[in-house]
């Protein structure tokens, strides 16, 4: 991922100051966002909206007209254990927005670092909306294999507790 993210640094992005935002689920919605690639595609898609309207949010409080925001995402599927199914997301985008001027080219507008109050807005925003999109999901209506392993897994580690799992 590191190596992504130089390229992206270094022969994509503009040379504008970048932030990373990441969004983990619990254990539950990454498993199903990993049996269901489309529902993790409307994770991420409630994600960055959250993320770019606060960003655009925050660039017209400062007189921005316009304002046009972007990234990059990678989507990880296994966490630092190469534990599969910890679906997560990476996204990478400038740390403001871009307006588009009537004759010259498009001027980069800096945005001051998010607050502590600002993330748990957006948070909240995909908490709300992904609660809406998981409603059509019942744990209990599939019956296969990686269905009945991921629930042995989550089963296991309630069992055993977080510390005897660690090394599993």
Not at 58 to 83: F, I
């Amino acid at each position: 991922m590191e190596d992504g993210a130089d390229h992206l640094v270094r022969n994509v992005f503009p040379a504008v100051p970048l932030r990373q935002w990441v969004l983990s689920f619990p254990r539950q919605v990454r498993f199903l966002a990993a049996r269901h690639p489309a529902l993790a595609s409307r994770l991420l898609d409630i994600f960055t909206r959250a993320v770019f309207a606060w960003q655009r949010k925050a660039a017209r409080r400062l007189g921005a007209v316009d304002p046009r925001t972007g990234g990059v995402t990678a989507v990880q599927r296994a966490g630092s254990a190469l534990n599969l199914n910890n679906v997560h997301f990476h996204t990478l985008a400038p740390d403001g927005v871009f307006t588009l001027g009537e004759d010259g080219p498009a001027r980069f507008v800096p945005l001051p670092p998010p607050e502590d109050e600002d993330v748990e807005a957006i948070l909240r925003r995909v908490i709300r909306r992904t609660v809406k999109v998981l409603a059509p999901y019942d744990e209990g209506s599939e019956d296969d294999a990686l269905a009945a392993l991921q629930a042995a897994e989550l089963n296991r580690r309630s069992l055993l507790g977080r510390k005897a799992c660690q090394g599993a």
